[in-house]
């Protein structure tokens, strides 16, 4: 199978889990605005990524990182993809958020990260770009999950900073587990 492909319908979850253990590709979650953007990313993106179309209602924590692509305010799905990218950023389990911009517009990049994306990448810039980001994003998402699995195993021996305390109560929230 494939590591360059994107992931439909109600089988998604077998071929996504067959399609991550025949191969190391990354799992990305992506919610778009528009019909046939995820494939033609899923193939442009090649081997060692794996595109899950999302909705707000279906961003799971079976991911690496989550994709939003946000379109120019002007556009009628902007506010829709906005509350997604903070939806997202809020209930992904610590999952990171990459902000898709259609434009290099500064204003709109500083709303993207007050909604919370981790990074963001404007869509006429490379795709080695992209590819760096979600690798750099996938790492941040491994390496937060360790801190917050080291802190509490040694609760008072390392206070990690602010950034991963937050992530550490959203991922014992979601846990269902007690703040240590």
């Given amino acids: 199978m494939s ?3 994107i992931v439909f319908g109600s ?3 077998e071929v996504l889990r067959a399609a991550t253990l025949l191969t190391d590709a990354m799992r990305c979650r992506f919610v ?3 019909t046939d953007f995820a494939s033609i990313l899923a193939d442009k993106l090649g081997n060692g990524f794996v595109l899950i179309p999302a909705t707000v209602g279906s961003i799971g924590k079976d991911c690496d990182v989550i994709m939003v692509a946000i379109p120019p305010p002007v556009d009628s799905s902007f506010n829709r993809q906005m509350s997604a990218l903070r939806t997202a950023a809020v209930s992904a389990s610590g999952v990171p958020v990459v902000a898709l911009l259609a434009a290099s517009d500064r204003a709109l990049c500083l709303q ?3 909604a919370g994306a981790y990074d963001s990448f404007v869509e006429t ?3 080695e770009e992209l590819r760096i980001i979600l690798r750099r994003a996938a790492h941040f998402h491994e ?3 360790e801190v917050c699995a080291d802190h509490k195993s040694v609760v008072g021996s ?3 900073p602010p950034e991963r ?3 550490c109560r959203v991922q014992r929230a979601k846990s269902g587990s007690s703040p240590a």
């Fill in 165 to 167: 305390e937050r992530l």
């Fill in 125 to 127: 810039n490379t795709l």
């Fill in 158 to 160: 390392f206070t990690p």
């Fill in 32 to 34: 778009d605005y528009r």
């Fill in 143 to 145: 390496l937060s999950k």
């Fill in 11 to 13: 089988e998604s979850r």
């Fill in 112 to 114: 993207a990260f007050s």
């Fill in 3 to 5: 590591a360059n492909h």
